[in-house]
Nanobody, 122 residues
């Protein structure tokens, strides 16, 4: 599975962005999808995940109620809708695919895209 994230950019605090992850490969629908982010000088951290069916979702506490993860298996895409953005959301965002479902650990994901930068100004 090859992944390509897009949709990052510069936005003011309180604004919204929608990240997309396009996947290649016929097995996309069998993988759980996750979004992670890495701020400068920090470890890559879990943001959100969705099961292969789209039924189960998980979120990191700081983004609950603001971010929504979804997927469209017919289009081989996963999205992360980000609302009420804060300066602390500034990071490079990565989408990832893994066979384990909706995991929160990086090691559960086998495939990673190159990332897209999100910058939230105060």
């Amino acid at each position: 599975v090859q992944l390509q994230a897009s949709g990052g950019g510069l936005v003011q605090a309180g604004g919204s962005l929608r990240l997309s992850c396009a996947a290649s490969g016929r097995t996309f629908s069998s993988y759980g999808m996750g979004w992670f982010r890495q701020a400068p000088g920090k470890e890559r951290e879990f943001v959100a995940a969705i099961s292969w069916s789209g039924v189960i979702t998980r979120y990191e506490d700081s983004v609950k109620g603001r971010f929504t993860i979804s997927r469209d298996n017919a289009k081989n895409t996963a999205t992360l809708q980000m609302n009420s953005l804060k300066p602390e959301d500034t990071a490079v965002y990565y989408c990832a695919a893994g066979p384990g479902g909706q995991g929160t650990r990086k090691t559960e994901y086998h495939y990673w895209g190159p990332g897209t930068l999100v910058t939230v100004s105060s």
